[in-house]
């Protein structure tokens, strides 16, 4: 399977720049998916430097580079220290992160990632999972509803689609994006379908991955594994990601602010290298899925 059948590698340059690489560095791509970043990285790396790469769907698998250089593992970039350690790397150069799903998943109308197709309940990043988003819709209760589309969704009528998710199912499962579709009709103004579908897709996937914890649990972990003047590019794709990483690099903190010195000081793991960038214009006529991609760049202290 080629790289650019399964995922166009977003603000490739700019990531890859922004890691500074040294040739004989140890990197990691914690985003793997279709080895587009991963190639790149290659490119600048001696012969004694190393790559290793994370990806928890067995599907990107298929686009290991044969490379004595790189290391693929297939797990949760969430275990990003322990399996470091695991291969003996207790430190590493630069980590690159890009979030999201990866255009493969949306493309392949069976894992259900995909608003386009018909297709059962799933949106599993780890097939080897059995919770998917067939769970979500039929078996949370409406209050757990109601906090998925609301918290993940940012959806003003997450309530009342609670709320007619949960009668509906007295009638039988719903096991298709069709029958949700249907179930949440009255919802979806033909003007706004769209949109609205994105949103309710985009909350039931977030929780069915568990992707905000995920990446809380990942960004704690790179000041631990990260070499002083080590750097992370990170790129998300909803407020709700880039805000994680904005705090964190800020105040090494998702909420809240640290202590400060009486001098009215704190200390911070980071310190961001330029402002955000976005994907030029065009960038997104080639790959309309760049649009709303906001990359990141920090470099540890």
Do not use: W
Not at 87 to 95: A, F, L, P, Q, W
Not at 121 to 128: E, F, G, V
Not at 186 to 195: A, G, I, S, V, W
Not at 223 to 229: M, R, T, Y
């Amino acid at each position: 399977m080629m790289e650019t059948e399964y995922h166009n590698p977003v603000l490739l340059k700019e990531t890859v720049q922004g890691l500074n690489i040294k040739p004989d560095g140890v990197y990691v791509d914690v985003t793997f998916g279709g080895g587009g970043h991963s190639r790149e990285i290659l490119k600048h790396l001696g012969p004694t430097g190393k790559l290793i790469a994370f990806d928890q769907d067995t599907d990107a698998l298929e686009n290991a580079i044969d490379d004595e250089r790189f290391l693929l593992i297939n797990q949760n970039f969430r275990l990003l220290k322990k399996f470091l350690r695991f291969h003996g790397y207790k430190t590493v150069d630069g980590i690159l992160g890009d979030f999201g799903v990866s255009s493969h998943q949306f493309d392949v109308a069976e894992r259900g990632f995909s608003t386009r197709f018909e297709a059962d309940l799933d949106m599993r990043m780890n097939r080897d999972s059995n919770f998917s988003a067939y769970t979500v819709v039929n078996k949370y209760d409406e209050v757990q509803l109601r906090d998925v589309l609301s918290n993940y969704g940012e959806l003003r009528n997450a309530a009342a689609m609670a709320r007619i998710i949960v009668e509906a199912r007295q009638d039988g499962k719903i096991k298709t994006s069709e029958q949700l579709k249907k179930v949440l009709g009255r919802f979806l103004p033909p003007h706004k379908e769209n949109k609205i579908l994105a949103q309710i897709y985009q909350a039931i996937r977030i929780e069915v991955n568990q992707e905000l914890e995920a990446l809380k649990e990942f960004l704690l972990q790179t000041n631990e594994v990260l070499q002083p003047g080590g750097r992370i590019c990170l790129i998300s794709y909803h407020s709700l990601e880039d805000r994680l990483v904005k705090r964190y690099i800020r105040s090494g903190m998702f909420q809240g602010e640290p202590e400060k010195d009486v001098f009215g000081r704190f200390e911070v793991p980071f310190k961001a290298v330029g402002k955000f960038i976005i994907p030029s214009k065009g960038e997104i006529k080639q790959n309309n899925r760049a649009r709303s991609a906001k990359l990141r760049i920090a470099e540890k202290l």
